[in-house]
């Protein structure tokens, strides 16, 4: 297997993109990956597009080939991936391991959604849950995860509080983030007065409606240099799959393919959660925010709603999580996200992440969920 | 898709909650499942008629329904963990949401689940009430 290094990243900016069409963001995101790397559209040798519903959002499928031609790199070979909300975290990891393997040298790795078109969104995204079982009893996403946050508050002592303060730090991180989709600051008051949406959670524990895309540029390690003085390695990509219904897992306060993941991808790095300088989290809601460095590893199972409480998580904290203001506050078009977590923490490593700059950082870790956790990827990146 | 032949494929399972049981490790699922995730070919999966008692596990109110059950909104939903084993999603009629809490007794009730398909039929099966 070969190594494998990032060379150039980009990301549209999320939020209600009216102007942009399903092609014009993804074609924006490609462009701007190809100039990052400085390579010519040319040189790509196979696409990867993470995307969960074009279907549904936009009635439109077989889009791989539609974003090939579009973006003029038709003949190359083109797949979409699709695993829910990890859509994007999958098509970087099937990149990476194109050209590990040796088949490909340089390709794209990318991620799109367009989501504000339909009226409603909430049928399509129920969809990343069992349909017969779940969705058809009607039990929405966040109802999901209401679920979850709720058995953690009886197992736990999870406070209210605590889970507000992971939407709080990820709206501060936003306001440094030009791309995000809500880049203002909100008080644990004011996620604690929001809308309801699925009790305990609140308008403002939970991620947003978002259009945007994002890419990656792949290719070799050794011949990275060739491209950038700045190129990011590839140290770890792991996937795990778990069940897709929520009532079949043992326990609903871990994600087990979380778990699986991470364990792997550190495996495969050879390193341990202390290793790792800042992390982007799966927080579609605010009690993913706590499973996730939980079930990474970070804190003890448990201990999350504390750690938070306690300032770890922000971003001169100990683990600063979701400098880019996360799924929360930066959006999330379902399936651009693992490549836009990607994207961050290869700005970050860079030193190229502005306001929200974390110094020093060496290797960073992405962490994508579909699904209630049906799928998980994780990733770690390195200078 | 043909909501139609969906619903009436499951009715077994969504009139009588008969889900399956692996004879090799005892593990009950619902709903029935062809293959023991635990055993794989070793286990048996035969069917199981489930009692529809149970305690909640885990539960939401809804506030922000799908159009489909807005009628029915704000509703509570739940996990069930079932006297037998399995875990089934459910929705909790007939109460205040108030009422609700982890490790509540439960008991299955037939009822109207949804008031149209795609192809505007009826579809019935199950949910669960307090056992009060
Ligand atoms: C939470 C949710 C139901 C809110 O949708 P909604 O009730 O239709 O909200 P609206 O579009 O009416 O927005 C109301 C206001 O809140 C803002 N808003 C909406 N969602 C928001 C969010 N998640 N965070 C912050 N602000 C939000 C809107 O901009 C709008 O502001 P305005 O009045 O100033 O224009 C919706 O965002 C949602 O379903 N999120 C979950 C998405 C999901 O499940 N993703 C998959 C996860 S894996
Ligand atoms: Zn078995």
Known sequence: MRDVAIIGVSQTKFGELWDDSFRDLITDAGLGAIKDAGIEGGDLEAMYVGNMSAGLFVQQEHIASLIADHAGLTPIPCARIEAACASGGLALRNGIMAVASGFHDIVISAGVEKMTDVVDPTPAIATASDQEWEAQQGVTFPSLYAMMARRHMHEFGTTREQMAMVSVINHKNAT?????????????DQVMNSTMVADPLRLLDCSPISDGAA??????????????????????????????????????????ATVNAARKAFQMADMTPKNIDMVEVHDCFSINGILAIEDIGFVEKGKGGQAIEDGMTQLDGEIPVNPSGGLKARGHPLGATGIAQAAEIVWQLRGEAGKRQINNAEVGMTHNIGGTGGTAAVHILSK | MSDTVRAWRHIPQRYNLIGSKCAQCGTVFFPSRIICPECRRKGQLEDINLSGKGKIYTYSVITTPTEEFKEIAPYVVAIVQLEEGAKVTTQIVDCNSDDVQIGDEVEMVFRRIREEGNDGVISYGFKFKLKK
Request: proline content about 7%; hydrophobic content about 35%.
């Open chain 1, 176 to 188: 440094k983030n030009p791309r995000a989709q809500y880049p203002m600051e909100v008080s644990i």
């Open chain 1, 215 to 256: 890419a990656a540029i792949l290719c070799p390690a050794e011949d990275a240099k060739k491209y950038t003085d700045t190129p990011i390695y590839v140290k770890a990509s792991a996937q795990s799959s778990g069940s897709l219904a929520l009532h079949d897992r043992k326990k609903i306060t871990t994600i087990d």
